[in-house]
């Protein structure tokens, strides 16, 4: 599966952003996806992530309310619409594939970098 993360850039504090992350390959209508990032100095962080069938969705305590993950089968596209963007949300966000719930990540993409203004 290959994976290619859209949609970062520049925005101010309160402001919205939504990533993109466009799959293909031959498993990626049948894989689960998830949401990542690596603040600069910190370990990556698991965001969200959404299954491939029923589209059911998990999400880490701290981006509950203002992150919601989300997927288009028919584009084999996942999303994350980030709302109320901080500071402390700057970061390079990566999106992922793969079998395993709910942090599957057998296949990753490049990353998009996101940068939230004070």
């Known amino acids: 599966v290959q994976l290619q993360a859209s949609g970062g850039g520049l925005v101010q504090a309160g402001g919205s952003l939504r990533l993109s992350c466009a799959a293909s390959?031959?498993?990626?209508?049948?894989?689960?996806m998830a949401w990542y990032r690596q603040a600069p100095g910190k370990e990556r962080e698991f965001l969200a992530s959404?299954?491939?069938?029923?589209?059911?969705?998990y999400y880490a305590d701290s981006m509950k309310g203002r992150f919601t993950i989300s997927r288009d089968n028919r584009r084999d596209t996942a999303y994350l619409q980030m709302i109320s963007l901080k500071p402390e949300d700057t970061a390079v966000y990566y999106c992922?594939?793969?079998?395993?719930?709910?942090?599957?990540?057998?296949?990753w993409g490049q990353g998009t970098q996101v940068t939230v203004s004070s």
């Open positions: 959404i299954t491939w069938s029923d589209h059911s969705s």
């Open positions: 992922t594939a793969g079998s395993g719930w709910p942090f599957p990540s057998d296949f």
């Open positions: 390959g031959r498993a990626s209508s049948s894989s689960h």
